[in-house]
């Protein structure tokens, strides 16, 4: 279904209030100015095993107005939106550039795009979750974690919902002006089992996309057939033996796989990030910019995207924050680094022709940077299902769901958990392991990817909570990736590594 | 806009419900961030929330719920009223109802928000200026944040709650690079006001670990004493911090449950081999924060309904020992623990502390020495096992001495395991965490740990 964007955000005086900042920032000397109308609605659902713990329907709303003068950013926001406070933030902006010029020796320039006037672009959902009441979503989360616990195995059940909204008017002094309308949604189920030897707990593997609620119904994902099996696979894991640690072949599900993309592809090319502008917080990137073309990131059989279209994607939109149409380009091409993420600025810096679109600002607060697109690994298209890159694995492991991950400054060292570890023997499984982490060097693990998934394997996975920047900002992205068979990876025990 | 009073008056008066707490929080904020040392972004932000909380009577008892707005102009007051009357009563019967508070003023409910902004840096900012070109001509490249905020807060109810605080916070951070990039350093600050910000002395001590990094071994991975500053410990604080909920321990599912007795918590067992003690306290010099709970929705760590109840100091771990867990009123009822509400500052201490980190380096006849932790993330909730990484510099200490730098590594280890594994303490001190920006305003003192896991080698810089 096609949605508009809708008319409450509409009635808002988007136009006079960016005209008016436009206008005034001009008038004052910038060389550029940019406007950011937003409101983004948040809403989480906290349940208790059947009672709601916590639940909170918060929405942002405000302007955020950008300028450049002499070569320097200037950047003030409000939550009052109104074509005087336009003027006084304009203002603002320009006298903190003004301010900012002494203390800047790089002089900003942005690479150009064409100009798109009065565009629109909403994204593909069904049923907005601000209109589904919240009675029932109680009632949804309070039945799923009620099936959990009727099993003899489910001590407590948690679920946590959150459903985010998020409506942005964008104008420049080139001229560009659009309004986008986009919805996302997760939830994650954890079955806990507590006995006088501890606890343990299994969470759902369904990955947050750009739907609406029709993502809680079982037309999406299959809620009803995970929730069954989940007290059963708990059960095993709760009985399963300590992992012996040691190096072992992983086959690695999308719904684990996604996470290690994210950390050590999606952060490493973000090419403001290569060139230094996160050193003091995110970190930088040992995929520098003389690696381009060069670096054999990981074997011949890695092939990997960054876009801003994939269907549902959470990265995915109409034009980015500094007006950039959507896109799609190569990062790793058959093993070798060929591509990074651009904003205007950094694409400006690093000579290239144009941006290709990954400026996005969390709130009207807060400046737009250069954050992830969907970065995603390809999957082999003549490439083995499931069952055919297991049966490959003599002595392995088959991780499923993410759960713990960490990874250097500097996007090398990475250490993984998961939710499920089954054990592979002569190409079967043969029950779970417990206490297993995978710990690597992000070019040695993708060198050794030795089997890629076919298209049947390929699962769109994600977050809504990627962290960067300072003041820190969130963003939600997704990543799409088939299964995928590593040679060798080192395995830790973690009561091991508690000194347990 | 309309002023933060009225909209409480205006809003209590539009709740049809049993009672209305309204939390209004008025935000400002300047702030510089730099790379290479050249200024990359800044900014001036203005933010207000609105938080209606609605306390509604149903058969079987309270229910509450709440909604939270950006800007509420006139005509939005009767929708956002009813719309927390909607949420709760589709929330239902409130586990952890009980009895609001009433008729109690705190502040000066009537003055307007004073607001932060770029002034605040206007000392700052030309010293800036100056190291960079220091920084430029010595060819060190420094790349960091500065930012000021101004919280203002406001408490009003239907009940007669007329609650306000005034909330300044600061920090600075500082990285300098050098060597094409092969040696970096971190220093971070917390600070109130910026007046008392010595960036002189920040950019000294950055020079001083860079130059320590002029000689570098290659060592292992493996267990190692090591001295960990006041940041490190702000660190693994924030994680002991986030595993405090009471109801969690009770139910058997956190790192505080005692194994083998569902329905028991560790409280009252060592922790720490020294006299350590872990504690909030609005009070603290230097560290002023709240002094009345605010809770915009209920969690395992607070309460609406404890809404404006006086926060007074917690003493979470006493004298080495697990000595209380969070507990809103209702949850500290249930489980037959002690009401227990956290505050927005944390400190450590130590009765047997003394002296700075050099002190405590002079301790060392082999070990590490820390700079920061970072990309730290939880493993295993069972044992609060964490993973993360070294930062920003690591140093061989040999004969009570810092020889060179070392490479980084990853690490894991328990925050709760560690307290065991003190085995020194310096002065408790204000400090600045590197990774957990949440928490803000921390106080404690370098420690030296035994054996602490250095599990494989990064060979990030």
Same mark, same amino acid.
């Given at each position: 279904?096609?949605?508009?964007?809708?008319?409450?955000?509409?009635?808002?005086?988007?136009?006079?209030?960016?005209?008016?900042?436009?206008?005034?920032?001009?008038?004052?000397?910038?060389?550029?100015?940019?406007?950011?109308?937003?409101?983004?609605?948040?809403?989480?659902?906290?349940?208790?095993?059947?009672?709601?713990?916590?639940?909170?329907?918060?929405?942002?709303?405000?302007?955020?107005?950008?300028?450049?003068?002499?070569?320097?950013?200037?950047?003030?926001?409000?939550?009052?939106?109104?074509?005087?406070?336009?003027?006084?933030?304009?203002?603002?902006?320009?006298?903190?550039?003004?301010?900012?010029?002494?203390?800047?020796?790089?002089?900003?320039?942005?690479?150009?795009?064409?100009?798109?006037?009065?565009?629109?672009?909403?994204?593909?959902?069904?049923?907005?979750?601000?209109?589904?009441?919240?009675?029932?979503?109680?009632?949804?989360?309070?039945?799923?974690?009620?099936?959990?616990?009727?099993?003899?195995?489910?001590?407590?059940?948690?679920?946590?919902?959150?459903?985010?909204?998020?409506?942005?008017?964008?104008?420049?002094?080139?001229?560009?002006?659009?309004?986008?309308?986009?919805?996302?949604?997760?939830?994650?189920?954890?079955?806990?089992?507590?006995?006088?030897?501890?606890?343990?707990?299994?969470?759902?593997?369904?990955?947050?996309?750009?739907?609406?609620?029709?993502?809680?119904?079982?037309?999406?994902?299959?809620?009803?057939?995970?929730?069954?099996?989940?007290?059963?696979?708990?059960?095993?894991?709760?009985?399963?033996?300590?992992?012996?640690?040691?190096?072992?072949?992983?086959?690695?599900?999308?719904?684990?796989?996604?996470? /290690?993309?994210?950390?050590?592809?999606?952060?490493?090319?973000?090419?403001?990030?290569?060139?230094?502008?996160?050193?003091?917080?995110?970190?930088?990137?040992?995929?520098?910019?003389?690696?381009?073309?060069?670096?054999?990131?990981?074997?011949?059989?890695?092939?990997?995207?960054?876009?801003?279209?994939?269907?549902?994607?959470?990265?995915?939109?109409?034009?980015?924050?500094?007006? $950039?149409?959507?896109?799609?380009?190569?990062?790793?091409?058959?093993?070798?680094?060929?591509?990074?993420?651009?904003?205007?600025?950094?694409?400006?810096?690093?000579?290239?022709?144009?941006?290709?679109?990954?400026?996005?600002?969390?709130?009207?607060?807060?400046?737009?940077?250069?954050?992830?697109?969907?970065?995603?690994?390809?999957?082999?298209?003549?490439?083995?299902?499931?069952?055919?890159?297991?049966?490959?694995?003599?002595?392995?492991?088959?991780?499923?769901?993410?759960?713990?991950?960490?990874?250097?400054?500097?996007?090398?060292?990475?250490?993984?958990?998961?939710?499920?570890?089954?054990?592979?023997?002569?190409?079967?499984?043969?029950?779970?392991?417990?206490?297993?982490?995978?710990?690597?060097? /992000?070019?040695?693990?993708?060198?050794?990817?030795?089997?890629?998934?076919?298209?049947?394997?390929? $699962?769109?996975?994600?977050?809504?909570?990627?962290?960067?920047?300072?003041?820190?900002?969130?963003?939600?992205?997704?990543?799409?990736?088939?299964?995928?068979?590593?040679?060798?990876?080192?395995?830790?025990?973690?009561?091991?590594?508690?000194?347990? | 806009?309309?002023?933060?009073?009225?909209?409480?008056?205006?809003?209590?008066?539009?709740?049809?419900?049993?009672?209305?707490?309204?939390?209004?929080?008025?935000?400002?904020?300047?702030?510089?961030?730099?790379?290479?040392?050249?200024?990359?972004?800044?900014?001036?932000?203005?933010?207000?929330?609105?938080?209606?909380?609605?306390?509604?009577?149903?058969?079987?008892?309270?229910?509450?719920?709440?909604?939270?707005?950006?800007?509420?102009?006139?005509?939005?007051?009767?929708?956002?009223?009813?719309?927390?009357?909607?949420?709760?009563?589709?929330?239902?019967?409130?586990?952890?109802?009980?009895?609001?508070?009433?008729?109690?003023?705190?502040?000066?409910?009537?003055?307007?928000?004073?607001?932060?902004?770029?002034?605040?840096?206007?000392?700052?900012?030309?010293?800036?200026?100056?190291?960079?070109?220091?920084?430029?001509?010595?060819?060190?490249?420094?790349?960091?944040?500065?930012?000021?905020?101004?919280?203002?807060?406001?408490?009003?109810?239907?009940?007669?709650?007329?609650?306000?605080?005034?909330?300044?916070?600061?920090?600075?951070?500082?990285?300098?690079?050098?060597?094409?990039?092969?040696?970096?350093?971190?220093?971070?600050?917390?600070?109130?006001?910026?007046?008392?910000?010595?960036?002189?002395?920040?950019?000294?001590?950055?020079?001083?670990?860079?130059?320590?990094?002029?000689?570098?071994?290659?060592?292992?991975?493996?267990?190692?004493?090591?001295?960990?500053?006041?940041?490190?410990?702000?660190?693994?604080?924030?994680?002991?911090?986030?595993?405090?909920?009471?109801?969690?321990?009770?139910?058997?599912?956190? *790192?505080?449950?005692?194994?083998?007795?569902?329905?028991?918590?560790?409280?009252?067992?060592?922790?720490?081999?020294?006299?350590?003690?872990?504690?909030?306290?609005?009070?603290?010099?230097?560290?002023?924060?709240?002094?009345?709970?605010?809770?915009?929705?209920?969690?395992?760590?607070?309460?609406?309904?404890?809404?404006?109840?006086?926060?007074?100091?917690?003493?979470?771990?006493?004298?080495?020992?697990?000595?209380?867990?969070?507990?809103?009123?209702?949850?500290?009822?249930?489980?037959?623990?002690?009401?227990?509400?956290?505050?927005?500052?944390?400190?450590?201490?130590?009765?047997?502390?003394?002296?700075?980190?050099?002190?405590?380096?002079?301790?060392?006849?082999?070990?590490?020495?820390?700079?920061?932790?970072?990309?730290?993330?939880?493993?295993?909730?069972?044992?609060?096992?964490?993973?993360?990484?070294?930062?920003?510099?690591?140093?061989?200490?040999?004969?009570?001495?810092?020889?060179?730098?070392?490479?980084?590594?990853?690490?894991?280890?328990?925050?709760?395991?560690?307290?065991?594994?003190?085995?020194?303490?310096?002065?408790?001190?204000?400090?600045?965490?590197?990774?957990?920006?949440?928490?803000?305003?921390?106080?404690?003192?370098?420690?030296?740990?035994?054996?602490?896991?250095?599990?494989? *080698?990064?060979?990030?810089?």
């Amino acid at each position: 279904m096609t949605h508009q964007v809708d008319t409450d955000f509409l009635a808002l005086p988007l136009q006079a209030v960016s005209d008016a900042a436009i206008q005034s920032g001009l008038s004052l000397g910038a060389s550029h100015v940019d406007v950011r109308i937003e409101r983004v609605r948040t809403g989480v659902l906290q349940m208790r095993d059947t009672s709601p713990e916590s639940q909170t329907d918060e929405s942002v709303t405000g302007v955020g107005v950008r300028v450049i003068v002499n070569g320097a950013w200037g950047f003030a926001s409000s939550p009052e939106i109104s074509t005087t406070k336009a003027y006084e933030l304009a203002k603002v902006a320009v006298a903190m550039a003004i301010t900012s010029g002494p203390l800047s020796t790089e002089k900003i320039a942005l690479a150009p795009e064409p100009v798109y006037a009065s565009q629109t672009w909403v994204s593909e959902y069904e049923i907005d979750p601000f209109d589904i009441s919240g009675e029932e979503k109680i009632a949804r989360l309070a039945d799923l974690n009620g099936r959990l616990l009727k099993s003899s195995t489910v001590t407590n059940a948690s679920a946590f919902s959150m459903f985010v909204k998020e409506q942005k008017h964008y104008a420049d002094s080139y001229g560009t002006s659009t309004t986008q309308q986009r919805v996302r949604m997760q939830t994650a189920i954890e079955a806990i089992h507590v006995s006088d030897k501890g606890f343990e707990s299994m969470r759902t593997l369904a990955q947050p996309a750009g739907f609406g609620w029709e993502w809680m119904g079982n037309s999406v994902w299959n809620w009803d057939e995970e929730i069954a099996e989940l007290p059963t696979l708990l059960a095993e894991k709760v009985a399963a033996p300590s992992v012996e640690a040691g190096r072992y072949d992983l086959v690695i599900h999308p719904s684990n796989l996604w996470l /290690t993309i994210h950390e050590s592809i999606g952060h490493a090319t973000e090419l403001d990030r290569a060139l230094g502008y996160e050193a003091n917080y995110a970190g930088t990137s040992f995929a520098t910019v003389d690696n381009l073309g060069t670096l054999q990131y990981g074997s011949s059989q890695m092939n990997v995207t960054g876009d801003r279209l994939t269907p549902h994607g959470l990265s995915t939109v109409g034009y980015d924050d500094e007006g $950039v149409a959507a896109q799609r380009w190569d990062i790793i091409k058959n093993g070798l680094l060929v591509g990074y993420q651009l904003d205007r600025r950094i694409a400006a810096r690093a000579g290239q022709e144009r941006s290709n679109g990954c400026a996005f600002a969390d709130s009207p607060s807060h400046v737009p940077i250069q954050r992830m697109p969907n970065v995603s690994l390809q999957p082999n298209p003549d490439g083995p299902d499931l069952d055919g890159l297991i049966a490959g694995v003599e002595d392995g492991i088959f991780i499923k769901g993410d759960n713990s991950w960490s990874i250097d400054m500097q996007r090398y060292n990475f250490q993984f958990t998961g939710q499920q570890f089954h054990r592979i023997k002569n190409g079967k499984l043969v029950g779970q392991v417990k206490d297993v982490a995978y710990q690597a060097t /992000t070019t040695d693990f993708w060198r050794s990817m030795k089997a890629v998934g076919g298209p049947s394997t390929y $699962v769109l996975g994600g977050a809504f909570n990627c962290g960067k920047a300072q003041p820190g900002q969130i963003a939600a992205v997704s990543h799409g990736c088939p299964a995928a068979v590593f040679d060798k990876v080192n395995v830790l025990n973690t009561v091991a590594e508690a000194g347990k | 806009m309309i002023a933060p009073q009225e909209l409480i008056e205006r809003i209590t008066r539009a709740a049809d419900y049993e009672d209305c707490i309204v939390i209004v929080e008025a935000k400002t904020q300047a702030n510089l961030r730099w790379a290479s040392s050249t200024l990359t972004t800044n900014g001036v932000i203005a933010e207000q929330s609105v938080t209606v909380i609605a306390f509604v009577s149903l058969p079987g008892g309270m229910a509450a719920g709440s909604v939270t707005r950006t800007n509420i102009e006139l005509d939005e007051i009767a929708d956002i009223a009813k719309a927390a009357g909607v949420a709760a009563r589709a929330a239902g019967v409130a586990e952890d109802q009980a009895p609001l508070l009433t008729n109690t003023e705190v502040g000066s409910w009537s003055a307007p928000h004073i607001a932060t902004g770029p002034d605040v840096f206007k000392t700052f900012a030309p010293q800036l200026g100056e190291v960079f070109k220091k920084s430029q001509s010595d060819s060190i490249e420094l790349f960091g944040y500065a930012e000021h905020t101004h919280t203002t807060t406001w408490i009003g109810s239907k009940g007669g709650l007329r609650l306000r605080h005034d909330q300044p916070a600061g920090r600075l951070e500082m990285t300098g690079k050098s060597d094409n990039r092969n040696r970096s350093t971190w220093e971070g600050r917390a600070t109130r006001d910026f007046s008392d910000v010595d960036l002189i002395g920040v950019d000294a001590a950055i020079r001083q670990r860079l130059e320590w990094q002029s000689r570098s071994n290659r060592i292992d991975a493996g267990r190692y004493q090591t001295v960990a500053p006041s940041g490190v410990m702000a660190d693994m604080l924030a994680y002991l911090l986030w595993a405090s909920p009471a109801r969690d321990a009770a139910e058997g599912r956190s *790192v505080f449950a005692k194994t083998g007795q569902v329905g028991r918590t560790r409280i009252g067992e060592q922790l720490a081999k020294l006299p350590i003690n872990i504690f909030s306290n609005p009070n603290y010099k230097g560290l002023e924060c709240n002094p009345f709970n605010v809770a915009t929705s209920s969690s395992a760590y607070s309460s609406v309904f404890d809404n404006g109840l006086p926060q007074e100091q917690w003493d979470f771990v006493k004298n080495g020992h697990l000595n209380s867990l969070l507990a809103p009123r209702a949850i500290s009822e249930a489980n037959g623990l002690p009401y227990a509400m956290g505050g927005d500052n944390v400190i450590m201490t130590s009765p047997e502390s003394s002296g700075d980190i050099n002190s405590l380096i002079a301790k060392v006849k082999s070990g590490l020495l820390l700079t920061t932790v970072w990309y730290v993330r939880m493993v295993d909730p069972v044992t609060n096992l964490l993973t993360g990484l070294t930062r920003d510099g690591v140093y061989q200490v040999k004969d009570g001495e810092v020889i060179g730098a070392v490479n980084n590594f990853r690490w894991n280890e328990s925050p709760v395991e560690l307290l065991g594994r003190i085995s020194a303490v310096g002065n408790t001190e204000i400090t600045a965490t590197r990774e957990v920006e949440d928490l803000e305003r921390t106080a404690a003192p370098a420690v030296i740990f035994e054996d602490f896991n250095m599990s494989t *080698v990064s060979q990030a810089n």
